[in-house]
């Protein structure tokens, strides 16, 4: 009955939020005498803070038709390259592309969020590299007769992907994915397998939980695993096509995030009210934006995600040397020629400092040339990735590691 008590209370809150916009129009109209008031202007802003609050939110767009390379606006085009039940691979082509352009993967979070959620990453990538991305199908979308997806799925969608972009290409693994993109690396590397990237990025992604345990770790391991099975398992809703089956909430993973720093968004909508009544809008526009995204989620696949509490937070498997994939044990060693390079943010509360940088470590056999590590001062989990200082500090770090690996594998052996 959870996901129905949701999907009431959702329908409920979209009938308010059509109300309240349209009392805030009536209340901003040149036509009412009160949209002239201090008072009209501030039930203005407060009904337009409920109804963008309260608003349902469906899957953004990427929303990124062109970049700008020396000062010209160049068209992007997104073309879907592989499509799999769970997910597809999108590519952002370029007419004008240079042909010797490093191709980049980045792989997005399933973590309840869509992939749009790195648009910002993506559009500064965008005029240096041949960008594509893992594009997570919402698991209530997608019908039981299409199987299930495991962390093995997931892994394997990533040693497939790679092999459809060819060798040669970079992977930039932002938060979650971590985990699954070094074990496919580990385990193309023991294949040898000419896909294997260049290198590999890891930005604030939980290696090893161990290290400097958050709220999110305390959370994941108070708690028994048959907790998680009973308590945040919901059955999809026979209005959807994927209805009837288990999932993780995208709402649950929301609502957990949210509560953990309840004051800081409180603070948010009650600057933008102050922004509204001051006619701020470029201000307004810009925390509106924030939140479409951040609240705009999908749910997990059970087995995934009940798989991911398990391995990753619970028994540690990866830094362990006791991970599985398809009956095979992933070997951290078996990387010899990957460069990998760990990111992670002073500030993050969901990857603490140390759980990236774990990656360095448990890889024995590559050179230490080969590894490098970034600590973002006073930049916490989202500033990793979008933002001011993604833009501007952590992103040049990214294209000069890249750069270096792709001189290492031209140069004469």
Known sequence: MLYEAYEMQRSLLAGASAMAELGSEWMNHPANPFARTQ???????????????????????????????????VAVEEVIEARLPFGQLVHFTRSDAPK??????????????????????????????D??????????????????????????????????????????AVCQ??????????????????????????????????????????????????????NVIATVPIYYPGAGRKVYPGFLQLTG?????????????????????????????????????YRSVCDMTAEFYLETIDVVFQRHLLPKGEMMFRNRRIDPAAITDIALL???????????????RAALKITPNLPDDQKQYLLAKSVGHYGIFNGRRWRNEIAPVLEKFI???????TQPA
């Not at 995030?257 to 201000?283: I, K, T, Y």
């Open 257 to 293: 995030f949210m509560a953990m720093n309840w004051g800081n968004h409180l603070v948010s909508h009650w600057q933008m009210f102050r922004h509204l009544v001051d006619g701020d809008q470029e201000s307004v526009e810009g925390t509106k934006a924030f939140y479409d995204e």
């Open 39 to 73: 008072i009209g202007s501030m039930m203005a802003s407060g009904l337009d803070v409920f109804a963008h609050a309260s608003a349902p939110h469906g899957k953004p767009e990427f929303g990124l038709p062109f970049t700008v390379i020396d000062g010209k606006d």
């Open 177 to 230: 994915p971590a985990v699954p993109a070094f074990a496919a690396a580990c385990i193309m590397s023991a294949d040898k397998n000419p896909a294997r990237p260049r290198s590999l990025t890891m930005m604030g992604g939980p290696i090893d939980t161990r290290e400097a345990p958050t709220q999110v770790n305390t959370v994941a391991t108070q708690r028994p695993h048959s907790w998680f099975e009973q």
């Open 131 to 172: 960008v594509w991305i893992t594009d997570w199908r919402d698991a209530r979308l997608v019908p039981l007769s299409d199987g299930t997806f495991r962390l093995d799925d997931y892994i394997e969608y990533l040693i497939g992907w790679l092999e459809h972009i060819g060798p040669g290409a970079h992977v930039l």
């Open 403 to 409: 750069a270096a690996a792709d001189q290492r594998a």
């Open 342 to 356: 760990a990111i992670e943010g002073e500030r993050d509360d969901i990857s603490g400092v140390g759980q990236t």
């Open 100 to 129: 010797d352009q490093p191709k980049l993967l980045i792989v997005a979070p399933m973590s309840g969020h869509y992939a749009t959620l790195l648009r910002g990453t993506v559009e500064r990538m965008l005029p240096g590299y």
